[in-house]
């Protein structure tokens, strides 16, 4: 091959991956910890971190949380829009652990919309340590130098922050430890909320429907949403997927 026709293809090909990427939809990606991975991309419940695992299976992609959920019915709903999603939910993680995953799993993934939950393992870890204390700011710092680089990387990212929640169901709600946890739990969201506020994110209020369920179908009780006073259950990550569409319709409105 000439070096001629070496150049004019390598214009082409330029040209055809422009093209592509000017005609892709939005791109989503959520992260998080166990209530967002779900198992994706073959997991298998596990800690596996997100470049090691299947990213052509469909129908273990999403995994089976509610981004599942909010994902499906948006590109069921609007096909010809080309949405793009990505689950980066791994299971454990902390916001320590979030942060040195950043860089390849959010940046290096060039988001539109940033959607992240995170919290319950931060807790989880200082509860089950014997802990009652909690860095609030310490935390806040870190979690906001991470949506600052978010940020930098793309001045028009949109970032949607959902808040976590704890419910007194199963083992972690008939802990003597539960009331210490649920008030960790209020004041990490106390900092998702101001964090939302200062860098002008959507807050999906997950804490406030996780309390509202069982006063609204008080026949099933709590543990028909929440399992183990962590996790959602089918029924709970379904509700959760409401409140998150509903919360960010106006990002998807044409």
Not at 6 to 27: D, F
Not at 147 to 173: H, M, S, W, Y
Request: proline residues 3%.
């Amino acid at each position: 091959m000439s070096n001629f026709s070496r150049k004019a293809l390598l214009l082409l090909s330029a040209l055809v991956v422009g093209l592509a990427s000017a005609s892709a939809g939005i791109r989503v990606l959520f992260i998080g910890d166990s209530i967002t991975d779900g198992g994706w991309g073959n997991s298998g419940g596990t800690d596996m971190a997100s470049d090691k695992r299947n990213h052509w299976d469909q129908n273990h992609i999403f995994g089976h949380s509610y981004m599942m959920l909010c994902a499906s019915q948006l590109l069921g709903d609007y096909p010809e829009r080309e949405y793009q999603f990505l689950n980066r939910g791994i299971s454990g993680d902390d916001l320590s652990k979030l942060e040195k995953r950043w860089q390849a799993d959010v940046i290096d993934e060039h988001p539109d919309i940033l959607s992240v939950m995170i919290g319950t393992n931060d807790v989880h870890q200082i509860v089950e340590g014997g802990g009652s204390s909690f860095d609030y700011r310490g935390w806040e710092m870190q979690y906001r130098q991470l949506l600052d680089k978010a940020i930098q990387a793309n001045p028009e990212l949109k970032i949607v922050l959902c808040t976590t929640f704890t419910a007194k169901v199963g083992r972690v709600g008939d802990a003597a430890s539960y009331e210490t946890r649920e008030k960790m739990i209020e004041g990490v969201n106390l900092v998702v909320r101001r964090l939302a506020d200062q860098v002008g994110a959507i807050v999906v209020p997950f804490d406030s429907l996780m309390k509202e369920l069982p006063m609204a179908y008080p026949s099933q009780g709590v543990s028909y949403w929440c399992w183990d006073g962590i996790h959602p259950t089918p029924a709970g990550h379904r509700k959760l997927a409401d409140l998150w569409l509903d919360c960010t319709k106006e990002l998807f409105r044409k």
